[in-house]
């Protein structure tokens, strides 16, 4: 399989991920993004198992913008960035219904339920709990759907797909996250995957503190975002 590079150095790495496939997986028969970009290092003359650091991971269904570090030094630094707010990520998703204003917020708190393996609502009081905020924009309304462009602040598990499940507008296509009616919809607007796309990406370079910013190419925009508008 190849790899669609955004941008490569000796310090770090920006790849787009395919829907489908895992950031890293425990399962040796598995293939995953570090799998694939190892070899790919191999492949340039790299030693047989280099080093690559993985800051930040979109969940396996998920597509999107991706990045690594090369060198231990990079990845302390792009964690740290990712972690607070120095570095932005942006996504693409397509949920059921109409929210109730273009813009807004959605706060919660959220922790893991290691049996299901999903995030689910949690209080302030709770311990487990973890503070979970995100922004969205209203980019278009279709029919009994909305297109949205959101950004995190915190980075938790599943975030995104939780809350708008909470919020009463699970994204399409999801199979975890659902309603009864958003399995519907998703299914008579043929939509098998869920229906979010990490589609940027701003971080300072941990190395050269210069100010780097990625957007996905329109051809690796996913077909539900096409749909309905002018490319």
Not at 54 to 60: A, E, G, I, K, Y
Not at 186 to 211: D, E, F, M, W
Request: aromatic share 6%; with cysteine.
């Amino acid at each position: 399989m190849n790899i669609k590079l955004a941008y490569e150095d000796e310090h770090i790495l920006v790849c787009v991920k395919p829907s489908g496939i895992a950031t890293q997986t425990a399962k040796t028969t598995v293939q995953d993004m570090v799998s694939l970009i190892k070899n790919y290092l191999v492949q340039k003359g790299a030693s047989r198992n280099p080093y690559l650091g993985v800051v930040h991971r979109l969940d396996q269904p998920v597509s999107g913008l991706l990045v690594f570090a090369k060198t231990q030094k990079a990845a302390a630094a792009l964690s740290k960035q990712l972690q607070g707010e120095a570095a932005n990520k942006e996504y693409l998703a397509l949920c059921l219904g109409h929210l109730p204003s273009p813009e807004g917020k959605l706060i919660h708190y959220l922790k893991k339920d290691r049996i299901s393996n999903q995030a689910v609502m949690t209080g302030a009081q709770d311990k487990e709990g973890k503070y979970a905020e995100l922004s969205y924009r209203v980019e278009e309304q279709r029919e009994n759907s909305s297109l949205l462009s959101i950004r995190l602040k915190t980075g938790r598990f599943h975030q995104i797909r939780a809350q708008f499940l909470a919020a009463g507008n699970p994204l399409l296509g999801d199979r975890k996250y659902k309603t009864e009616e958003s399995e519907k919809e998703s299914l008579r607007q043929q939509i098998g995957s869920v229906a979010l796309c990490a589609n940027g990406l701003s971080l300072i370079h941990p190395i050269t503190g210069k100010q780097m910013n990625f957007t996905l190419d329109r051809e690796d925009l996913p077909l539900w975002y096409k749909r309905g508008r002018e490319m």
